[in-house]
Structures are given as C-alpha cells and as structure tokens.
C-alpha cells in the first residue's frame, strides 16, 4: 500500500472492492441442478427450504418481495393457490404469477407444518427483531443450497433463482413479452438486459453460422 497526492491531499491506494469478486449478473439454475437441490431438501425433510425454493421459482419474485409474502397472499384456508398477485416493493406495480402442483404441495405442507395462519408471514425468522426472513437471510440460504450441490456459492444469488424459469420460459417460446409480464418489468429493455438474451441469440446464431 502507498501513498498518492492530489491537490495537496494524501490517498491511501486501497484494494480495489471488487478485486477477486465475481461481478455482474448471477447465471440462472439448470434444471438438473434445481432437481439436485429439491431431492436434498426432500431427504433432509427440509419442509420450509423445499417450499422457499419451489415458490422463488414459481414467483419469480425479487427477494424483497418473497420474504415478504404473508399466507394469505399464496393460501386461502390452507390451500395454496393456483395462481397469487402482489404488490412489487421497488416499482408498487402488482405481478401475477402461478403455483405449480409440487409448489402447492410443498406450500401447503409447510403451512401445517408450521402451523401457520392467514395474517402470518409466509416465511417467519427465527430471529425475534424481525418478523419475516431478511434478504440477507435468504441470501445466505440459497448459498448453502447451491454449495450443497457442489456448486460455487460465490457464482449465484437470490436473482439466479428469479431468473432460472423466466430464461426457460424464453427459451422455449421466444415471447419476450410474456417474459416481461411474468417477471413484472416496466419496459422491455429491463427484460432484455435481465436475462442477457441479445448476447445469448447472437451466440446461437453465430453457433449455427459456417463460413
């Protein structure tokens, strides 16, 4: 470390923050490695991670907004919906999404298990200052998943899991703007820069290009 003057002032050349980190975008899941995942929550019994994950998938949502989910927004009188609207934190717009069967069935078996009722968080902290999972917390959750697999923990975060079924979702039908609607966004650009497609359709492209 040394020192540097500018304008009569010192500066001390620190380490830059990000040197050693992975920046940018976290890449979304791979099928295979969620399945991974589920069948390790389900031997562990692992009722609230398996229903975590499954509905972080379904949804969609940013983690602001899954932690935030109160029962009655995804159950009514136990039952989990088929399909849940909500409110987004960041923009205040609401955004529809659907519940799967496995989603439902894990929902609901961690609703029981918990013995949750309607005006509950869906996903209570153990913690006694809060009432709900932070992000943090949520963070650190979907780190110790992906570690479980063999994956590196510092490569994924909770917006890997938001972007895993809106990239299959494009993926397999190219509707852009069902894509948009499903993930909430305001304009297309935002889903286009969220799920990298320019980058990934020039790729294809040029895959199947020979000269």
């Known amino acids: 470390m ?23 975008q976290k890449p979304p899941l791979k099928l295979q490695e969620i399945w991974a ?17 499954n509905l972080a998938i379904d949804s969609k949502l940013r983690g602001c907004d899954l932690v935030n989910l109160y029962v009655r927004d995804v159950a009514h009188q136990g039952q989990a919906l088929s399909r849940a609207t909500v409110a987004q934190r960041k923009t205040g717009q609401p955004v529809r999404f659907e519940l799967t069967e496995q ?14 009722t309607p005006n509950n968080h869906l996903f209570p902290s153990r913690l006694s200052a809060s009432p709900h999972l932070s992000t943090r917390q949520y963070a650190l959750i979907v780190k110790g998943w992906v570690s479980m697999i063999g994956l590196d923990p510092d490569e994924y975060g909770t917006h890997a899991l938001r972007r895993t079924k ?3 979702i494009y993926r397999r039908t190219k ?20 799920l990298g497609i320019e980058v990934d359709d020039a790729l294809e492209i040029a895959e199947h290009t020979e000269i």
């Open 103 to 116: 989603t439902r069935e894990a929902v609901e078996a961690w609703i029981d298990h918990a013995r949750l």
């Open 175 to 194: 509707n852009l703007r069902a894509v948009q609607l499903l993930l909430g966004h305001t304009k297309l650009e935002s889903t286009v820069r969220y």
């Open 37 to 53: 995942i589920r069948v390790r929550l389900q031997l562990a019994r692992r009722v609230r991670d398996l229903a975590l994950l």
């Open 2 to 24: 040394y020192e540097q003057v500018f304008n009569g002032y010192s500066r001390q050349d620190h380490r830059p923050w990000n040197k050693g980190r992975l920046i940018g």
């Open 166 to 168: 809106a990239t299959l």
